[in-house]
């Protein structure tokens, strides 16, 4: 029998009110979003300021514990949580600041996208990020970053100024391009390798209303949606951000009935202005395309469009996802994508392709850890159901789904984001290319001993 460790053997000098296995919310706090992942660590340390991770840190690294990091929870590898280890939980630092003239925002580790999308879209602004407001924004961050403005203005990381970090030691740093940039450079991209970031510092843009919303076509129009897909991107205004979806229509509101259950192939799109501009941008689709099953393009609020997909994700969700970096979607691919999107298991199920063009490509592929920007597209597979019994079939069929497309996939590698923790090193090798060895030199740096290794690990 598993002994219970309770708050009375862990040091006085932490000030957060620990959860430990004895504690009555202990199974609440531990339940990870992809429930498809269970662990049981033997203390959750909520912080509610630097002052209490500092605290959390060094008591880990005296006593040797695991250590897994907690912001959002979104983890699709469930790296937020360990068995017999340390959670640091970060939710409970929600702060955001914005300041209007400078278009900066200050955001504590724990903010979700919502958190962030609420406070600046008061001043007509949103930081470049995600696609689901539940989603953490520091692990978000630390992996890249994609999403509606992406090809506008960069991946989050392009838009990040600074972060507080706690390193290993337990010193606390600011990691920019004047303080730390070696730390600065291996944060854009390397994940949870290099320390316990507690605050960031991003760069705002406008963003108000937009012209935004899915476009539904049946799944056997997906191999010309597909081609038709590939070939206009390259050449639309920047301001359009769109990705290409094979999903299931949910059988609930605010669907239309009639197409509840159906298997399609969607264009997820987001025009940064007026309903007039998105509208012509998006003639091309309408024109060329067959008659869509339902086009739910209009103006709306920014943040109306980030919380789009939220009813539909809710925690405790079985997932299992696999992702790859596409630098040529061929013919061939688009079949395989035809043949084994028509098979989803569940109505969750889907796969996304993600647009890396745009602003994406301005940036040097060494300017930060996150060097994949000679990609096209970042794919995610994933497998999603509420029921538990259906877990070996969602692997299953993501799993036979991706080898179906990967053998057609050059690159080798794929988005952190996107990766399971059962990838291997040679995975993350091809994720990083020639800045791998970068990041190793930094992990040698920052992280000699590996505290921080509950994550896709950079061994030093």
């Not at 919502?114 to 689901?132: M, W």
């Not at 030691?169 to 316990?196: C, I, M, Q, Y």
């Not at 843009?205 to 390259?234: E, N, S």
Request: hydrophobic content about 40%; aromatic content about 8%; some cysteine.
């Amino acid at each position: 029998m598993q002994k219970v460790i309770t708050s009375h053997d862990f040091p006085e000098r932490l000030r957060a009110a620990l959860i430990d296995q004895a504690h009555p919310a202990y199974d609440e706090a531990r339940a990870l979003y992809n429930a498809m992942i269970d662990k049981r660590p033997r203390w959750i340390v909520p912080c509610a300021e630097t002052a209490d991770v500092v605290a959390a840190v060094n008591h880990a690294r005296e006593k040797d514990l695991v250590v897994a990091v907690r912001g959002g929870g979104h983890s699709g590898p469930g790296f937020g949580s360990c068995d017999g280890g340390m959670v640091i939980d970060l939710s409970p630092m929600k702060r955001v600041d914005v300041d209007p003239a400078t278009r900066t925002v200050r955001v504590e580790a724990g903010c979700t996208q919502s958190d962030v999308d609420r406070a600046t879209s008061i001043h007509g602004l949103a930081v470049p990020a995600g696609l689901v407001s539940t989603t953490g924004i520091a692990g978000l961050t630390l992996g890249g970053g994609t999403g509606h403005l992406t090809r506008k203005y960069g991946l989050t990381i392009d838009n990040l100024l600074a972060a507080e970090v706690v390193l290993a030691d337990g010193r606390v740093v600011t990691a920019s391009e004047d303080e730390h940039p070696e730390l600065f450079w291996a944060l854009r991209g390397g994940g949870g390798n290099f320390g316990v970031v507690t605050r960031f510092v991003f760069r705002a843009h406008p963003a108000t209303h937009v012209y935004g919303g899915p476009i539904f076509y049946d799944i056997v129009h997906a191999p010309q949606v597909m081609r038709w897909y590939r070939d206009f991107l390259p050449g639309a205004p920047r301001e359009l951000g769109m990705f290409f979806g094979i999903k299931t229509v949910p059988s609930c509101d605010p669907f239309p009935r009639e197409i509840w259950g159906r298997r399609v192939c969607a264009l997820i799109s987001c025009y940064n202005g007026s309903a007039e501009d998105g509208m012509a941008a998006m003639r091309p689709a309408r024109a060329a395309l067959p008659e869509p099953l339902l086009d739910g393009m209009m103006q709306m609020p920014f943040v109306a469009l980030q919380t789009l997909f939220d009813p539909l994700l809710p925690k405790g969700l079985q997932w299992y996802w696999k992702g790859d970096y596409v630098d040529e979607l061929s013919d061939a691919a688009i079949a395989a994508h035809a043949e084994y999107g028509s098979k989803t298991p569940s109505e969750l199920s889907l796969m996304h392709l993600y647009p890396i063009d745009g602003a994406v490509q301005d940036v040097a592929p060494d300017a930060t850890a996150w060097g994949t920007r000679q990609a096209r597209w970042s794919m995610v597979i994933a497998g999603i159901d509420p029921d538990p019994g259906k877990a070996s079939e969602l692997k299953r069929w993501a799993s036979d789904y991706w080898a179906a497309v990967h053998r057609h996939n050059a690159h080798g590698g794929a988005y952190i984001n996107f990766m399971m923790d059962d990838e291997g090193e040679a995975r993350l090798r091809a994720a990083y290319g020639h800045n791998y060895e970068r990041l190793v030199a930094a992990k040698r740096r920052y992280d000699p001993s590996n505290l921080f290794r509950v994550n896709h690990n950079i061994r030093p």
